[in-house]
């Protein structure tokens, strides 16, 4: 990614204009476009007033781009299998954990239960691809079946279990990770 290919990236995340950040860097609106077409190379110095200006360090911002997959296939995920539960776990994104949200498939055999999650701020989402749960939330008590899905702020304990006779199949994500 060139220079000021990353500058804009970086004022548009943080929801600056090109005045704003020109502003906050004791700079002109027309050099900071000039610098994001990449028409000017900045000194060092200005540099450096850009970057904080962004809120960041010179160093992170130098950090060599490692490009994320956008596809992920089956022979990225792992599994485990927690016998004591009845449940398998597949992690379909490798390193899930240092991204916002880590979604997973679960598999719950009949009688089987999650663990039991105590309250964090976060959300949790999942989408029944087969069979039925219950999710239990603080006091309350969901029955979700196929094609049907459930989202709640995770401000209270939870845990998922399978009543039923037939084993259950489904699409977790929770946000921050917490698998």
């Known amino acids: 990614m060139m220079l000021g290919e990353k500058v804009r ?8 204009t090109q005045e704003e950040l020109a502003e ?4 002109t ?14 000194s060092i ?14 160093a992170d911002f130098f950090k060599i781009d490692q490009a994320k997959p956008v596809v992920y296939s089956i022979e990225d995920s792992f599994s485990a299998v927690y016998e ?20 997973t498939v679960m598999e719950l055999q009949p009688g089987g239960k999650s663990k039991t999650y105590n309250p964090f701020e976060g959300e949790s989402f999942g989408y029944v691809i087969d069979g039925r749960i219950h999710l239990v939330l ?5 029955e979700i079946t196929t094609g049907n899905c459930f989202y709640f702020d995770a401000d209270q304990v939870f845990w998922v ?13 929770l946000t ?3 698998f």
């Open 9 to 16: 990236n970086l004022r548009l995340k943080m929801g600056l």
């Open 24 to 27: 906050r860097s004791d700079l």
């Open 29 to 42: 609106k027309g050099f900071i476009s000039q610098v994001e077409n990449n028409n000017t190379s900045p």
């Open 45 to 58: 110095d200005t540099m450096e007033g850009i970057v904080a200006a962004l809120g960041i360090t010179m």
């Open 84 to 103: 004591q539960l009845g449940l398998k776990i597949h992690w379909i994104i490798p390193s899930a954990q240092t991204n916002n949200m880590e979604p």
């Open 138 to 142: 603080g006091h309350d008590d969901y």
């Open 161 to 173: 279990e399978n009543r039923s006779d037939l084993s259950a199949k489904w699409l977790w994500v």
């Open 176 to 178: 921050p990770p917490n």
